[in-house]
């Protein structure tokens, strides 16, 4: 399968920018649920730089996801997000602001369709 391609949006309040696949990316499951650093450009804001997630944790995958959706660029989505982690976080775990979440919601649909 190839690569997914990705198109660049634009958040409203900060006119910056963020990637959205044209499909939801696949990760095999021992990269999907390691145990894993995230680059300081990703969670710059969260006080305990360096910290190991557990994306095997619900709560943890769901601010890692955050993270890269929100700030990563396509490579991070690709290296950091897997299409059924995601969808199963999508309505419990995952806080996007409203305009990032509209985009990828369509994937999110596609893939509980089809999956």
Do not use: C
Request: cysteine-free.
């Amino acid at each position: 399968m190839s690569k997914p391609i990705f198109t660049t949006h634009y958040q409203r309040w900060q006119k910056r920018p963020y990637y959205v696949p044209d499909r939801l990316p696949v990760l095999p499951a021992e990269l999907a649920l390691r145990k894993t650093t995230v680059p300081l450009r990703l969670n710059g804001h969260l006080a305990d730089r360096g910290r190991v997630f557990d994306l095997a944790d619900l709560h943890e995958r769901g601010e890692v996801y955050a993270d890269v959706i929100v700030e990563g660029e396509a490579a991070d989505i690709l290296a950091y997000i897997d299409g059924a982690s995601l969808v199963e976080i999508w309505d419990t775990h995952l806080i996007l602001p409203w305009d990032v979440a509209a985009v990828w919601k369509p994937l999110i649909d596609d893939w509980r369709e089809n999956n």
